[in-house]
């Protein structure tokens, strides 16, 4: 099966400063890579997510996130935090074979200003 | 496009009683999952469907929980009896299940539910 480290369960980042999250999966096989966000009391909402193709994505509200076979990773980064980033995120496998999603244990972001 | 609805959005039932949850999921998305998220957690599958079919149900506690969605469309979840410890929110997703780019899932808001 499928597993998924979210490092770090609470970051905490300054207003303007660069927002770094990390996961890493265990596949021998790259899998469809995905971060998701969630707001208070709403579901999961689709960041970004990689496929084949370029290995740097590019998602919604500034976000993106690169690939990195080698280290078998796919961090997330923004370049300057805003409060309304403040949030739940997730980072999720799916293996290119099957249907199923596997999600990490989710890092909250605290935006401070 | 409509997301995936969900209802109820809130309940809170006492232990040993029993409960549904109703998901619609995004026109035409043969794929419908059940998640379970306890609070601090990431989402745990509990079920899913490919149409009308059962495609993975090996984490669902098959001896309290049931799941059904009879024309390929709506699906509903059941728990009975409850138990404290599934005290959760549970989300539904939907997929298209076909192509490399159509590989998100869509989730609803989820349903909180609270068992005393």
Redesign the interface.
């Known amino acids: 099966a499928q597993s ?1 480290t979210q490092l770090g ?1 609470h970051v905490s980042v300054s207003e303007g400063a660069l927002v770094l999250l990390r996961c890493n999966y265990s596949s021998s096989v790259p899998p ?1 890579l ?1 971060w ?1 966000v969630q707001y208070p ?6 960041l970004l ?1 990689y ?2 193709g370029a290995t740097l994505v590019k998602g919604i509200n500034g976000f993106e996130a690169e690939f990195k076979k080698s280290e078998t990773s796919f961090h997330l980064t923004k370049p300057s935090a805003h409060m309304s980033d403040a949030a739940e995120y ?1 980072c999720a496998v ?1 293996p290119n074979t099957g ?3 596997y ?4 890092t909250s972001l605290t935006v401070i200003p | 496009e409509a997301g ?1 609805a ?1 209802s109820p959005r809130y309940k809170i039932i006492e232990k040993r009683q029993s409960v549904a949850f109703w998901c619609n999921p995004i026109s035409g998305h043969a ?1 419908l ?1 059940w998640y379970q998220q306890i609070l ?6 509990l079920i ?1 469907f ?1 149409n009308n079919g059962v ?2 149900d090996s984490q669902l506690p098959k001896d309290r929980f049931s799941a059904e969605r009879l024309k390929g469309v709506d699906s509903t979840l059941k728990i009975q009896p409850a138990k404290l410890e599934d005290s959760a929110v549970y ?1 539904c ?1 939907s ?1 298209t ?1 076909t192509g ?2 159509n ?8 349903t ?1 539910l609270t068992v005393v």
């Open positions: 998924v369960s469809y995905f998701y009391n709403q579901g999961l909402q689709l997510k496929t084949t997730f799916r249907n199923q999603f999600f990490g244990t989710g | 995936v969900q794929t999952y601090g957690q990431g989402p745990k599958l899913q490919q495609v993975d989300l997703a997929r299940g490399v780019m590989t998100e899932a869509f989730f609803g808001q989820g909180r």
